[in-house]
C-alpha cells in the first residue's frame, strides 16, 4: 500500500505539469495573485479537499441521485465567475471577505487575509480538476463506483491531490512574487481586476464548452510531459491496485459435478447486505430461505453474457421451484445508468423474470461474496453453505446437476427431467475481448492517451489497425465510464467477431442513431442485428444494442457512426 501512495503522489505532481492541467492554471494564478499571502495555501489546500472527495465516490453518490457530472462543473462556474466578481468589484470583495474573517482563528497564524476565501476558489478548481486523472485514479475511481469508499481509495485520492496542489502552490507563490515585484499599492489594484476579468472569462467559456476545447489543442499539438505516466503502468502498481480490488470468496470446484455427486462446502454464505430495493419480491434474507436450496445469480442488464444465461436461468426457476429451489438475482451495475430501478425492472419485465431480484446498488453483497465477474452463481445449500460456484456463461449441464444433487440432499423427491433450453452462445472461435470506452477500463485505442475530450477529423481506416484495436475520430467528450459523441463522432476497429453488441445511451431528452459499415460499407440486412434497420439503431434507452449478426465468425473492419449527444460505453463479441 505505501508504494502505492508514494506512486499517487509521483503521478499527481506530475499531472500538473501535463497539458490536461493548463485550462486551471489561469484562475488559480489569478486567485493566488491577490488577496493575503496564505490564499495560494488556501487554494491549494481546497483543490486537493474536493479532488480527494469527488474521487472518492462523491461523483458516483450525485450520479446514483440523478445529479451527475454536470452539476459538480456547475458549481464550479458559479464559483469561479462569482470569485471573479469579488476582485472586479472591489466594495463586493469586502462585503464577501467579512463573514469569513471570523473564521481566521481557525486558519493559518500569520498575517494575510484570503485563506478562506482561497479555499473556496480552490474546491470549485478541485471539480475541474478532477477529470485530469491519470491511469490510477482512473482505477482507484472504478472501485470506488462498484466497491464503494474504503480507507485506502481515500488515501490515494488524497496522496495524487497534494502531489499536484504542491506543484500549483508553487507555481502560484511564483506568480505572486511576479505581480508583486511589478508595482505599488494603485497598479495591485488594477492587476486585481485584471485578474478578476480573467475569472469571469473562464467562468463563461467553460459555460460553452471552450475549455475542453482548449485541451483537447493542447492535447493534439504539445507532448503530454505527465513524468509519472510510465510509472502508473508498472506492474508493481498495477498489482496494488489488483490487491485492493480483491478477489471471490468462494473457488469453484475442480472436480466435475454429476448427479447424485457429494458437493464441497466451499465456504458458509454470507447474508445479503446494502441491497437498496426489490423486484418481484419484499425484501429477503438468506436466513428466510434456510431449508431451500438458493442459487444467487450475480447479473447486470446490459451485459450480453448475463442475458444469455437468463433464458435458462428462468427455466431452472419455473422447473424446480416446487421442488425447493429459489432463484435470487442480485443485480449489480457495471455503469450508473444501471443503478436506475426503473431501467431494472424494465429490463426484469423484459426477459420474462418471476424470480426475485434485489439491486446491490453499492455493492454490498458483491462485495460480501468477495465477487468479481458478471455472469456469477453460488448454490447455497439448506443449511446455508456454499456448495457450488460458476463464473461466466455455459457449463449449464454441470450446474443443472448441482442443483439437482443438492434437492436431492435436502430430501426432495420426483425431481423432474432435466431441462431443454435453447440458449444463445458466444462464438466457439477466438473473438475480440470487450472493449471499454471509458478511461478507468479503457484498452485496445490507438493513440494511448487519457484525454477527456479529443477532436480528429476522421478515425483511421480499420483496414489500416491491427486486430482487436480501436481508434476514435470525430468529436468525443471522453469520462471515466464512457464516451459521449460531438459532431461527427465515429469509431472504427478490426475485430474478430460473429456478433458485435455495443452499451449505448441517448442523448439527455431524445433519441439517438448509431450507423454500421463493415469493411467500408455499409452494412447488409442479413448481416444486421436485431437492432438495426437499414443499417441503422435508435439509440433510446440506455443499454445493450445487438449492432451485427453474421453466420459465422470472422476478421472484419468495423465502423460505427454516432449522433451527436449518444454515449457509448462498451464493445462486447460474440
Known amino acids: 500500500m505505501i508504494p502505492l501512495l508514494l506512486f499517487a503522489f509521483v503521478a499527481g505532481a506530475g499531472t500538473a505539469f501535463s497539458p490536461c492541467a493548463l485550462p486551471v492554471l489561469p484562475a488559480f494564478l489569478s486567485a493566488s495573485g491577490t488577496g493575503g499571502r496564505r490564499r495560494p495555501l488556501g487554494i491549494a489546500l481546497g483543490l486537493a479537499l474536493t479532488f480527494t472527495i469527488v474521487v472518492a465516490g462523491l461523483a458516483s453518490l450525485l450520479s446514483a441521485i440523478g445529479l451527475g457530472a454536470g452539476f459538480l462543473r456547475v458549481i464550479a462556474i458559479v464559483m469561479l465567475g462569482g470569485f471573479g466578481l469579488v476582485l472586479l468589484i472591489p466594495p463586493l470583495g469586502r462585503i464577501v471577505e467579512r463573514p469569513l474573517a471570523g473564521l481566521s482563528q481557525f486558519g493559518p497564524r500569520s498575517t494575510g487575509d484570503g485563506f478562506w476565501s482561497g479555499m473556496t476558489i480552490g474546491g470549485a478548481l478541485g471539480f475541474v480538476y478532477a477529470p485530469c486523472a491519470g491511469p490510477i485514479l482512473a482505477a482507484v475511481i472504478g472501485v470506488s463506483a462498484t466497491q464503494g469508499t474504503s480507507l485506502a481509495i481515500i488515501g490515494i485520492a488524497l496522496s495524487y491531490a497534494v502531489g499536484s496542489s504542491l506543484v500549483l502552490l508553487l507555481l502560484g507563490i511564483l506568480g505572486r512574487k511576479g505581480i508583486q515585484a511589478m508595482g505599488g499599492s494603485a497598479f495591485g489594484a488594477r492587476v486585481q481586476q485584471v485578474l478578476g476579468v480573467v475569472l469571469i472569462a473562464t467562468a463563461v467559456a467553460m459555460s460553452q464548452g471552450l475549455d475542453t476545447r482548449f485541451q483537447t489543442f493542447l492535447a493534439k499539438n504539445l507532448p503530454d510531459f505527465n513524468i509519472a505516466s510510465g510509472l502508473e503502468k ?172 443438492l434437492l436431492a440432499e435436502a430430501g426432495a423427491k420426483d425431481l423432474p427431467g432435466a431441462t431443454h433450453v435453447q440458449v444463445e452462445t458466444a462464438s466457439s472461435s477466438e473473438l475480440t475481448p470487450e472493449t471499454y470506452f471509458g478511461l478507468s477500463r479503457r484498452a485496445g485505442f490507438v493513440p494511448d492517451d487519457k484525454r477527456t475530450t479529443m477532436v480528429q477529423r476522421k478515425p483511421a481506416p480499420a483496414a489500416d489497425l491491427m486486430p482487436g484495436q480501436f481508434t476514435l475520430g470525430g468529436e468525443w467528450a471522453v469520462g471515466l465510464q464512457s464516451a459521449t459523441a460531438g459532431r461527427e463522432a465515429a469509431v472504427s476497429g478490426r475485430v474478430s467477431a460473429q456478433k458485435v453488441f455495443m452499451v449505448l445511451a441517448p442523448p439527455k431528452g431524445g433519441s439517438g442513431t448509431a450507423t454500421v459499415s463493415i469493411d467500408g460499407r455499409p452494412i447488409t440486412a442479413e448481416d444486421s442485428g436485431t437492432d438495426l434497420t437499414d443499417g441503422r439503431a435508435r439509440i433510446d434507452n440506455q443499454k445493450l ?10 476478421q472484419f473492419g468495423l465502423e460505427v457512426e454516432l449522433s451527436p449527444g449518444t454515449t457509448a460505453y462498451t464493445f462486447t463479441f460474440g
Request: proline share 5%; with cysteine; charged share 25%.
Open 234 to 405: 508498472s506492474g508493481t502498481v498495477q498489482d496494488q491496485l489488483g490487491a485492493i480490488r480483491g478477489k471471490s470468496k468462494f473457488a469453484p470446484s475442480d472436480a466435475p459435478v454429476v448427479m447424485g455427486s457429494a458437493l464441497p462446502v466451499l465456504g458458509k454464505a454470507p447474508e445479503f447486505t446494502g441491497l437498496t430495493d426489490w423486484i418481484n419480491s419484499d425484501p429477503t434474507t438468506l436466513a428466510d430461505l434456510r431449508g431451500k436450496v438458493t442459487l444467487v445469480d450475480f447479473w447486470t442488464y446490459s451485459c450480453i453474457n448475463c442475458i444469455r444465461t437468463l433464458p435458462q436461468l428462468t427455466a431452472w426457476d419455473e422447473d424446480y421451484r416446487d421442488a425447493g429451489l429459489q432463484v435470487v438475482g442480485i443485480h449489480t451495475p457495471e455503469f450508473d445508468f444501471e443503478k436506475s430501478p426503473a431501467n431494472v425492472r424494465a429490463a426484469v419485465a423484459q426477459n420474462g423474470i418471476e424470480y426475485p431480484v434485489a439491486l446491490d446498488n453499492d455493492y454490498g453483497t458483491w462485495d460480501a461474496f468477495g465477487n468479481s465477474a458478471w455472469p456469477a452463481k453460488y448454490l447455497i445449500d439448506a443449511e446455508g453453505n456454499v456448495r457450488y460456484a460458476h463464473f461466466g456463461e455455459g457449463d449449464y449441464a454441470e450446474t443443472e446437476a448441482a442443483i439437482r444433487s
Open 545 to 554: 444494442y445487438r449492432l451485427v449478426d453474421l453466420d459465422e465468425a470472422k
